[in-house]
């Protein structure tokens, strides 16, 4: 098993997950970070994932794991995806082979739609990726992304503390470089982040 780690900056890094075992009290470096660069999100994972970065600007690459050997623990990783100017890494997902879910994507402003996996193409890791979608001052960035099935809900929480409860199965699904529709009125404030619920948690 292994942890896998993503940065603002596109830089992704396997670790095994037995260098993690012996955690003291002062904790462990997990990660050695650039300066400006921070930690955006941590997966476990078996070795066999297909890996999805998506940035707040609309574009996302997926590759396949194996492509990022494990390194150390101080180590600092290597480049996921190229980034343009001004963009960040806002998440990322890993996803099984063939899977059938599809990836939800949801912007500061309420928008969101989900998107058929079988449109990221697997491509080589440390590439621009494309467009997973279109962003215009009227959906504003992209402030989140979850892998979702149609048993999924979903919470969209704004900066003013409101937080609505969706389902997946509600949120339209949508090609790649689409704009989505209204899940949320700009209204509540902007969207600042989203989790899904597992249905056994209802």
Known sequence: MYLLF???????KKTALKEYANVNKNGLQAINLKEND??????LTDGNYNIILV???????????KGARPVGRKSQGVIGIRLGKQDTVIGMECIYVNSTATLLAITENGFGKRTELEEYKVQA?????IITYKITPRT???V????VTNSDDVMLITENGTIIRISAAAINVLGISTQGVTLMRSNDGKVVSIEKIPEEDK
Do not use: H
């Open 55 to 65: 940035t707040k600007q609309g574009q996302s690459i997926t590759f396949n794991e």
């Open 38 to 43: 921070f930690l955006i999100d941590v997966r």
């Open 125 to 129: 890791r440390g590439g621009k990726g």
């Open 144 to 147: 989140g992304i979850r892998i």
């Open 6 to 12: 993503a940065t603002s900056s596109g830089i992704i």
């Open 140 to 142: 504003g960035e992209i």
